[in-house]
């Protein structure tokens, strides 16, 4: 399995999971259909071989794109029924709406397994994705990280994981306070802190490789959502963990996972 997260931030968000045969998924779509095709193209992909768009909620960064790219080139679109259901409402003629159960969805050689996490959408989905024993974990928006949340991410191989700020910055930063108190919620955004937490919780031998994503642009840096989460993971005895941080304007590596 190769993954690559095309742009992480609250002006848009897409990550391109690609199988062993070269099919792929785009997990969320708060791009435009043109940045997307520039991306895959300088990775030597293009959109033919998507075969699905898989939406984690209806906040316009993680969905402004997506009934375009799905009408343009027929591709389903799916999400969870409370998301399906506000799409229905808010893009029409996107016809192309499928919603995911609760139970596996095979996309090529990519199986799908979706779950709820805390966030103030109307149904946000978290994902795990699995070819053959290799598994990736994507949760970009929540508030925290529950027990059954803890659950779906051990035994995986690769995890992208919100880390949106770093708390001294919210608090001392320019938004109006009740902002500051959505974010700092259980339905908000996590903290580095959070992050490293969670990490340190389900961090094993097996687990590879770290993502940091959905970094805001006001209330974090790069090198402190780095510092946060590697300094936790080499205290507990995770060194082996690679941890990189993804980026607004920049897509990162093709990673390859096996």
Request: proline letters at 3%.
């Amino acid at each position: 399995m190769k993954f690559c997260i095309i742009a992480s931030g609250s002006e848009g968000n897409c990550t391109l999971i690609e199988d062993s045969s070269g099919q792929s998924i785009l997990v969320d779509v708060g791009l435009s259909m043109r940045r997307i095709a520039g991306v895959l193209a300088g990775l030597g992909r293009d959109l033919s071989k998507i075969s699905a768009l898989l939406i984690s909620h209806e906040h316009a960064d993680h969905l402004r794109g997506a009934a375009v790219l799905s009408r343009r080139l027929d591709i389903p679109i799916y999400t969870s029924p409370g998301t399906a259901s506000l799409i229905k409402r808010s893009f029409s003629g996107t016809t192309r709406i499928c919603t995911l159960n609760g139970n596996p969805t095979q996309f090529g050689a990519l199986q799908i397994d979706a779950f709820r996490v805390s966030h103030d959408a109307s149904e946000t989905l978290g994902f795990i994705i699995q070819e053959g024993d290799t598994r990736l974990a994507i949760a970009t928006d929540l508030g925290t990280v529950d027990l059954p949340t803890l659950a779906r991410f051990r035994e995986c191989d690769a995890i992208i994981l919100e880390a949106n700020h770093d708390l001294d910055l919210l608090l001392s930063g320019s938004y109006p306070w009740d902002l500051k108190r959505r974010i700092q919620s259980n339905y908000g955004h996590l903290s580095n802190t959070q992050a490293a937490d969670a990490l340190i919780k389900i961090a094993s031998p097996r687990l590879r490789l770290v993502v940091l994503a959905h970094l805001s642009q006001e209330n974090n840096r790069p090198h402190l959502a780095l510092r946060a989460v590697r300094s936790a993971l080499d205290q507990d005895g995770h060194a082996h963990i690679n941890v990189v941080v993804a980026d607004q304007y920049q897509p990162t590596t093709l990673f390859e996972i096996m």
